[in-house]
C-alpha cells in the first residue's frame, strides 16, 4: 500500500509538472515565436541586472515577471456582481484541465522487478538468484553457493503480459476512460458561462454566451469523432487505445478524418486563434473575463495554455500512438516487416520505460508547437463562420467517418487471415514511415539550426518602393 501511494504521488508530479511547466512556457512561445514569425522584436525589456551585466534568458524573464504581476495585483470585482460565482469561475475554469489529465498514459507500464536484479555467477556458467541478506542460494539445493560472485543486470520485460504488481504510467487508470475525459472538459463551459454572467459586464456577458455556445458545438464534433476510433481500438479506456496502436498501427493512418476532426475541434476547445471568439479583444475587450483582475485573471489565462497541453496529450494518446515509438516495443527493437524480422535486440526494461515517457511528452510538446504555429498563421474567423463551420462541415465529416469506419471494418472483419496478413504488413510499412519521416525531420532540422541565417532584403508594395526611390525613409534606431 505504501508503495502504491509513492508511485501514485509521483506520477501526480510528473504529470501536473509538465502540465504546468510547459504551459508557463507556451506564454514565452507565443511571445517568442509570433516575433520571429512576423519578422519582429520579441521579448526582450525585462532584465537582469548583474553589475554592468543583463541577463535577458532569451525573453524567459518575461513569464517570470507575469507570475509576480498576476500575484502582486489588486483583485478588482465589480460592485454589482455576483461575488459567490465571480469568484467560483476561475476555479471551475482552472481544476478540469488539471483533473483531465489523470487517464492520459505517458508511458509504457513499469515493472519494479524488473528494474534491478542481483544475480549470483560461479565460473561464469551457472547463475543463482540472490536471496534478500545478499546470499546466493541455489534454486536446486536451497544453500549457499560459496565462491559465487554477485552481480547486477538489468533484465528486459517480455513483449506480451506485465507481470504482477506493475505500475501503469497513468495517474488513475478508470475503466470509464474517455467519458471522464468529456465529463471533465465539458465543465469548461460552466466557468466561461459563469464567468460573463457574474460579472455584471455585457461583453462579459457577450463573451460567455460565446464560448458557451462555441464549447458545446465543437464538443458534439469532438465525441463523434472519436466513436470512430473506438470502433476500431474496441475499447473506451485511452491504454487500450495506446496498446493497440503499439501492437499493429498508429491510429493516424486508421482513421486519417477522425484526427483532422479532433485536431480543429481541440483547437476551437481551447479558444485560441483562429476560434478566439469567446476573447477577441477587437469586439469584446477580453470577453468573459474582461473584468477580472490579478490571479483570478491569471488562473482563466493560464487555463487555456494549459488546455493546449492536454489536447495535445489527448491527441498523441488517441491518434499518434501514444508512448509507442516505431519498432520500440515492451522487450526492446525489433524492426520486421510483415513475417520477415531484420533485426532484433532486447533493452533493458527500464531504458524502454524511460525511451516512452520521454517519446510521449516530445509528441506533445511537438503538438503545442503546431498549434502555436497556426495561432499565429491564421486570422480570425466570424463569429457566424465558427459556427456554420462547426454544424455544418466538421458535424457531417463526422458522422461520415463513423459510416466509413463501419464500413471498412465489417469488410476486413469478412477479409479474412489473407486480410488480416496484408494489413500486419500495411502497420509494419506505416512504422517505418514514420521512421523515415522523422530521421529526415530531424536532419533538416540540426542542418537548419547550424547553417548560417540569411536575410535579403526585398521591397513589397508601391508605398514602399517610391520611398526607396526618395532616399528611404528615417527612422531612429530600434532597441536590439
Not at 124 to 149: L, R
Not at 271 to 294: C, H, N, Q, W
Request: glycine content about 10%; aromatic content about 10%.
Amino acid at each position: 500500500m505504501a508503495s502504491l501511494l509513492i508511485w501514485t504521488v509521483v506520477k501526480i508530479l510528473i504529470m501536473v509538472g509538465f502540465l504546468v511547466n510547459v504551459g508557463g512556457l507556451l506564454t514565452w512561445l507565443d511571445r517568442r515565436g509570433g516575433a520571429m514569425m512576423q519578422d519582429r522584436i520579441g521579448p526582450n525589456r525585462a532584465t537582469l541586472k548583474i553589475g554592468k551585466f543583463e541577463l535577458r534568458v532569451a525573453g524567459l524573464l518575461h513569464t517570470a515577471a507575469d507570475g509576480v504581476k498576476f500575484f502582486t495585483k489588486e483583485d478588482f470585482m465589480p460592485p454589482k456582481a455576483d461575488k459567490l460565482l465571480f469568484s467560483l469561475a476561475p476555479m471551475l475554469a482552472l481544476f478540469p484541465v488539471i483533473a483531465l489529465a489523470a487517464v492520459i498514459p505517458f508511458g509504457e507500464t513499469l515493472s519494479p522487478d524488473l528494474v534491478m536484479r542481483k544475480i549470483c555467477i560461479k565460473e561464469g556458467m551457472q547463475t543463482f538468484f540472490a536471496n534478500v541478506d545478499g546470499k546466493c542460494i541455489s534454486p536446486q539445493t536451497k544453500q549457499e553457493v560459496v565462491g559465487a560472485v554477485t552481480q547486477i543486470i538489468w533484465p528486459a520485460a517480455s513483449r506480451s503480459g506485465v507481470a504482477p504488481g506493475s505500475v501503469p504510467m497513468q495517474v488513475a487508470p478508470l475503466n470509464i476512460g474517455l467519458l471522464y475525459v468529456f465529463a471533465m472538459a465539458g465543465q469548461g463551459i460552466v466557468g466561461a458561462a459563469i464567468a460573463g454572467w457574474s460579472s455584471d459586464n455585457k461583453f462579459s456577458l457577450m463573451g460567455g454566451l460565446r464560448a458557451a455556445s462555441q464549447m458545446v458545438s465543437y464538443e458534439v464534433t469532438l465525441g463523434l469523432t472519436v466513436i470512430g476510433a473506438i470502433m476500431v481500438y474496441g475499447s473506451i479506456r485511452l491504454e487500450d487505445m495506446a496498446m493497440w496502436q503499439d501492437q499493429n498501427c498508429w491510429g493516424i493512418f486508421v482513421q486519417p478524418l477522425g484526427f483532422v476532426l479532433f485536431f480543429a475541434a481541440a483547437i476551437a476547445e481551447s479558444k485560441r486563434i483562429p476560434f478566439d471568439l469567446p476573447e477577441a479583444e477587437s469586439e469584446l475587450v477580453s470577453g468573459y473575463f474582461t473584468e477580472y483582475s490579478g490571479m483570478k485573471f491569471g488562473m482563466f489565462y493560464f487555463a487555456e495554455y494549459m488546455e493546449v497541453v492536454t489536447s495535445s496529450m489527448l491527441i498523441v494518446a488517441i491518434f499518434l500512438g501514444g508512448w509507442h515509438l516505431p519498432f520500440l516495443h515492451r522487450d526492446g527493437i525489433t524492426i520486421a516487416i510483415g513475417e520477415s524480422v531484420y533485426f532484433a535486440q532486447k533493452m533493458p526494461h527500464i531504458w524502454v520505460v524511460v525511451i516512452s515517457v520521454l517519446a510521449f511528452f516530445g509528441k506533445t510538446l511537438l503538438l503545442c508547437w503546431l498549434q502555436h504555429f497556426i495561432r499565429w498563421s491564421l486570422p480570425r474567423f466570424r463569429y457566424d463562420q465558427l459556427m456554420k463551420l462547426g454544424w455544418t462541415v466538421l458535424l457531417p465529416a463526422s458522422l461520415v467517418n463513423i459510416f466509413a469506419t463501419g464500413i471498412v471494418w465489417l469488410a476486413i472483419d469478412k477479409g479474412g487471415d489473407s486480410t488480416a496478413a496484408g494489413l500486419k504488413v500495411a502497420a509494419d510499412l506505416t512504422q517505418a514511415f514514420v521512421a523515415v519521416t522523422a530521421t529526415g525531420l530531424v536532419a533538416w532540422a540540426v542542418v537548419g539550426m547550424v547553417r548560417p541565417g540569411r536575410r535579403d532584403e526585398k521591397i513589397v508594395g508601391s508605398s514602399a518602393g517610391l520611398a526607396a526611390a526618395a532616399g528611404g525613409t528615417k527612422e531612429a534606431a530600434m532597441r536590439a
